[in-house]
């Protein structure tokens, strides 16, 4: 199975701060890399397809980059809506897995 | 607009059984493939498992942590995807979300709102 670590798991930050949350894969999955930002009691939204593909109707501060075992989510300037937890998952082999989760936090 | 609506959940004993649905509506469910995600309270999200499309002979997949107890199905007349689950755990207690994509190597689109299950004597 492929194994996803995300780092750092809990981050504390203001509005307009740039934020850089990391996904590693334990084995390469070319660009097969989704990110999720869920709220609390609510149901995950997908953000970001194919490691840099922002959604339709996702704001542009949400970027994502990477390929192979390493990808990063950059929020350009945090806003006041975007304090959620991020996950990122693999959709490049089965079992599809997520990462544990990056929790963003408002200092 | 895009819905997906889980129901079924509730409080089952250990060695217990329970089936949940997901009725859907407002896209093309049979081009879909259908998982289910977990979530156990507090926790992070985990994949359950998924049926394929007609095209792909509604093949299905499942985490090791269910295969053998979960049975995923659906029913494309119905515009409903199923989750029968047999032998429950008490770790199987969580949040359970159906979800939906249209291609293969992308996330999932649509998800409901999520439907609870608690395994507890």
């Known amino acids: 199975d492929i194994q996803l670590t995300q780092s750092p798991s809990f981050l504390s930050a203001s509005v307009g701060d740039r934020l850089t949350i990391t996904c590693r894969a334990s084995?390469?999955?070319?660009?097969?890399l989704t990110w999720y930002q869920q709220k609390a009691g609510k149901a995950p939204k997908l953000l970001i397809n194919r490691a840099s593909t922002l959604q339709s109707g996702v704001p542009s501060r949400f970027s994502g980059s990477g390929s192979g075992t390493e990808f990063t989510l950059t929020i350009s300037s945090l806003q006041p809506e975007d304090f959620a937890t991020y996950y990122c998952?693999?959709?490049?082999?089965?079992?599809?897995?997520f990462g544990p989760g990056t929790k963003v936090d408002i200092k | 607009e895009v819905q997906l609506v889980e129901s079924g959940g509730g409080l089952v004993q250990p060695g217990g059984s329970l089936r949940l649905s997901c009725a859907a509506s407002?896209?093309?469910?049979?081009?879909?493939?259908m998982e289910w995600v977990r979530q156990a309270p507090g926790k992070g999200l985990e994949w359950v498992g998924l049926?394929?499309?007609?095209?792909?002979?509604?093949?299905?997949e499942y985490a090791a942590s269910v295969k053998g107890r979960f049975t995923i199905s659906r029913d494309d007349s119905k515009n409903s995807l199923y989750l029968q689950m047999n032998s429950l755990e008490t770790e199987d207690t969580a949040v359970y979300y159906c979800?939906?994509?249209?291609?293969?190597?992308?996330?999932?689109?649509?998800w409901g709102q999520g439907t609870l299950v608690t395994v507890s004597s």
């Open positions: 049926t394929r499309n007609k095209a792909n002979s509604y093949t299905t």
């Open positions: 407002g896209f093309t469910f049979s081009d879909h493939y």
């Open positions: 979800a939906g994509r249209r291609t293969v190597g992308t996330g999932f689109d649509y």
């Open positions: 998952q693999q959709v490049n082999s089965y079992p599809l897995t």
């Open positions: 084995q390469g999955i070319s660009s097969y």
